[in-house]
């Protein structure tokens, strides 16, 4: 038996058999057609950026997430914001992630491109 959670327009957005449904499309949100909506609904249209050690030897990276650029754009971004730094980095999953900690700049950075950023 499932049991799930909808918003006041009636649009289905959890389901504990499913996990988070986008409300556009109603597809599950790893299969969501329309990803933008999705990935505002997982991250509630506000680009995070933190640090992380997890799984890499207490080497630190800084991480961007909740952007929603299509794949292209997003590596484009990424590589600007790598030059930015001076340092090397990745993008994988949707996430860019930047080697070092360089969340204060890139706060800056993405603020100045119109980006709704929050420090995590």
Known sequence: MSTAKKRDQGALVYSTE????????????E??????????????????VGRSTKGRKGKG???????????????EL????????GSGG?????????????RDLLVHELRARGHTVTRS
């Open 78 to 85: 990424g590589r600007e914001l790598k030059k930015k730094c």
């Open 31 to 48: 299969r969501c057609t329309c990803r933008d909506a999705a990935d505002k609904l997982v991250h509630g249209g506000v680009v995070r």
């Open 18 to 29: 499913h996990g988070r449904i986008c409300p556009e499309c109603g597809a599950v949100v």
């Open 61 to 75: 990276v800084t991480v961007i997430a909740g952007l929603t650029l299509d794949g292209a754009a997003l590596a």
């Open 90 to 102: 990745t993008v994988k999953n949707r996430v860019i992630e930047i080697q070092g900690d360089h």
